[in-house]
């Protein structure tokens, strides 16, 4: 069995990285601009001119902090149109562009001059000052003066994300005639007329065939996602060491956030899990044992009612029962300890003493839908192998009705219930997100759900990537507590 086990342990190894890939490609086609979001976690202070550099270099130096500025893989097959330094422009909005322009005239060199030039236009209208301009003439206007300048910089920023012809042309007849209209725009005129002529020479040099012939850009170890599992062994560590990303939320390191949260959702689980199968297991026993009888039918009809019934009803009805002053304060409202009286250097029998109120009504909640489930997994097993050939050998052998059930029935028949209990692992990572909201449990179900409403994709990423790691533990576990219980079964 070591050996099997063995063998499964070094088959995770492909597998994790299938999982990192995946979590990996979610990531980077996940919607919104990381750096945008993070930089706005991190707030500037001061006049627009100070914030709009401030701004700038924040946004600067995280991307070089998240590697996006490096290419996403160890290489990329494209045509040879396409340039292999693209991965260097910062807004993935110019860069979709620039990438349009290539694969509609296939002349590379040409669109990087268009850009260069369209750069340099937008360089030249942020030097216009509109109060140094009606300072100058008091005949003009502040806020026309501004409109303007204004209107010009926004189809600046159209050109740069736009290449349909249509629409590119009424930017540049809007531009002419704003620079034509307004004699203070006159310096904007030089490098506009560049930014046609550019455009022009792009597409009068197309070199389309240069994109139906495939080329392969080779990177090395300088790359998105190999820095996303190793690290750069100075700040980022990379997954394989633990560290999964800056949350979108408070700019936190992931892993400073999950590990204790991931305790508390572990906790709630494993307890679930235990009751379940402590309550389930014996309750599909004597079903099966008595099968078909009126005791057998009873609890049949209660299991049902229990496993219909949803957990978000039943935790606020609990809640709305045992913690409402109104009917009966047994049991906290919410959390797991009481923040006025808690003591982080109690013994870990005070702790679980102090926290147990606040975990029953919980507990409750995670665990009777699941004993319901596995009750009813376990009769059907019961029964199945009740009616083999080997049992009734057994009992026109003699031996006791109790012995033939827990010693040659029981084990065959919880092999089911080990099937379901693979499935288990994964849930114990990710809590329960209705059950953790409803009881206000800081747990990773809590976490998760804040995680989709803000759109932290890094935590999504991890506990996808953690799940999926725990599920192959559970099948492997699962795959080794068959040849536990079942003696027919042998790994060699």
Request: overall charge positive; hydrophobic content about 45%.
């Amino acid at each position: 069995m070591f050996k099997y086990a063995l063998k499964r342990v070094l088959t995770f190894i492909p597998m994790l990285i299938a999982i990192s890939l995946i979590a990996f490609i979610i990531s980077i086609n996940a919607p919104g601009d990381p750096v945008e979001r993070l930089s706005k976690a991190a707030g500037n202070e001061g006049s627009a001119e100070q914030q709009s550099g401030a701004s700038k270099k924040i946004k600067q130096e995280l991307r070089k902090k998240l590697g996006l500025d490096l290419p996403i893989f160890y290489l990329s097959i494209t045509d040879l149109a396409s340039s292999d330094t693209l991965h260097r422009i910062q807004d993935k909005y110019h860069k979709a562009n620039l990438e349009e322009l290539t694969h509609k005239s296939g002349n590379w060199q040409g669109v990087s001059d268009y850009y260069s030039s369209l750069l340099k236009l937008q360089k030249s209208h942020l030097k216009i000052n509109a109060k140094k301009i009606v300072a100058n003439d008091s005949t003009l206007d502040l806020n026309a003066v501004n409109e303007a300048a204004n209107q010009f910089g926004f189809e600046i920023g159209s050109l740069l994300e736009t290449s349909v012809e249509e629409l590119v042309a009424d930017k540049f007849k809007k531009m002419n005639n704003l620079v034509a209209d307004n004699t203070y725009l006159s310096l904007l005129k030089a490098p506009l007329l560049d930014v046609q002529t550019k455009r022009s020479d792009l597409f009068a040099n197309t070199k389309k065939w240069k994109t139906y012939i495939p080329a392969v850009n080779f990177y090395g170890a300088k790359n998105q996602y190999h820095l996303w599992l190793f690290g750069n062994g100075k700040e980022r560590q990379g997954l394989i060491r633990g560290d999964f990303g800056i949350s979108y939320i408070d700019s936190q390191p992931i892993q400073d956030k999950i590990w204790q949260k991931v305790g508390i959702s572990f906790s709630l689980s494993l307890i679930a899990i235990f009751l379940s199968y402590l309550i389930s297991i014996p309750i599909g026993i004597y079903s099966a044992y008595k099968k078909d009888s009126a005791a057998d039918k009873g609890m049949s009809l209660i299991l049902f009612i229990l496993y219909s019934m949803p957990s978000f009803f039943v935790g606020t009805l609990l809640l709305l029962q045992f913690a409402n002053p109104d009917n009966l304060s047994w049991f906290p409202v919410s959390g797991i300890q009481d923040p006025t009286l808690f003591d982080p250097d109690w013994s870990f029998w005070e702790k679980s003493k102090h926290r147990m109120p606040f975990l029953i009504l919980p507990i409750i909640t995670y665990t009777y839908g699941s004993f319901a489930f596995l009750s009813r997994i376990m009769r059907v097993g019961m029964i199945d192998v009740v009616s083999q050939d080997y049992i009734r050998t057994a009992r026109a052998k003699g031996l006791g009705e109790s012995k033939v059930i827990l010693k040659h029935a029981l084990r065959n028949s919880l092999l089911p219930v080990i099937t379901v209990f693979a499935a288990i692992f994964p849930m114990a990572i990710g809590g329960s997100i209705i059950i953790e909201v409803i009881f206000s449990i800081p747990g990773m179900g809590v976490e998760v759900y804040n995680a989709i409403l803000n759109y932290d994709y890094p935590m999504i990423i991890t506990v996808f990537t953690l799940s999926g790691f725990l599920t192959m533990v559970g099948y492997l576990v699962a795959d080794l507590l068959y040849a536990v219980v079942d003696p027919r079964i042998s790994y060699k």
